[in-house]
T-cell receptor, first 114, second 112 residues
Framework: DGGITQSPKYLFRKEGQNVTLSCEQN?????MYWYRQDPGQGLRLIYY???????QKGDIAEGYSVSREKKESFPLTVTSAQKNPTAFYLC?????????????FGQGTRLTVV | GQQLNQSPQSMFIQEGEDVSMNCTSS?????WLWYKQDPGEGPVLLIA?????ELTSNGRLTAQFGITRKDSFLNISASIPSDVGIYFC????????????FGQGTTLQVKP
């Protein structure tokens, strides 16, 4: 089935450790996005990428890093510099065109830092 | 960053009632998208709008792309218990279509 897959669904890490969240899509989409969602809040953009080997900071990029070495993959690393990393992380992808198109989401990864 | 102002923040309605929510911004958008999110899951796309003035339906859902390109609304008719969830508007800015931003969400609760 075509879709976007995030793994793992739940992740626990000790404070001070870096952790990488996986996002893979087989939809042949050019653009991919990472969002953070806190309880009762909307989605805030962390990073986005429109093509391979290129990405831009979103509104809350501090303490996060990404790479886009392959079209299918857009992993997000939550570094020890992120002061409050516990949150629900959502990855999305979309076709890239001049007008903007609909984005499709993965199931999310709930990260808990203890 | 740019903001989408979504209202109301929450709604508690009786089954069978109609629901309306909207998003506004000071910026111009090329695309408006409406999503629904169930607890612990990723948002699911409900309706996509691409042209100013466009009115699109998906079953009991109807959404419109505002003429000014700065707003959109979503209506749900004859609500049912499974409509419960969080509804988000989202859009691609006309100045930078690579960036997809979201409203704060509307939490809908339906009383049977």
């Amino acid at each position: 089935d075509g879709g976007i897959t995030q793994s793992p669904k739940y992740l626990f890490r000790k404070e001070g450790q870096n952790v990488t969240l996986s996002c893979e899509q087989n939809l042949n989409h050019d653009a991919m996005y990472w969002y953070r969602q806190d309880p009762g809040q909307g989605l805030r953009l962390i990073y986005y990428s429109q093509i391979v080997n290129d990405f831009q900071k979103g509104d809350i990029a501090e303490g996060y890093s990404v790479s886009r070495e392959k079209k299918e993959s857009f992993p997000l690393t939550v570094t020890s510099a992120q002061k409050n990393p516990t949150a629900f992380y959502l990855c999305a992808s979309s076709i890239r065109d001049s007008t903007g198109t609909e984005a499709f989401f993965g199931q999310g990864t709930r990260l808990t830092v203890v | 960053g740019q903001q989408l102002n979504q209202s109301p923040q929450s709604m508690f309605i009786q089954e069978g009632e109609d629901v309306s929510m909207n998003c506004t911004s000071s910026s111009i958008f090329n695309t408006w998208l409406w999503y629904k999110q169930d607890p612990g899951e990723g948002p699911v796309l409900l309706i996509a709008l691409y042209k100013a003035g466009e009115l699109t339906s998906n079953g009991r859902l109807t959404a419109q792309f505002g003429i000014t390109r700065k707003d959109s609304f979503l209506n749900i008719s004859a609500s049912i218990p499974s409509d419960v969830g969080i509804y988000f508007c989202a859009g691609h800015l006309s100045s930078n279509t690579g960036k997809l931003i979201f409203g704060q969400g509307t939490t809908l609760q339906v009383k049977p």
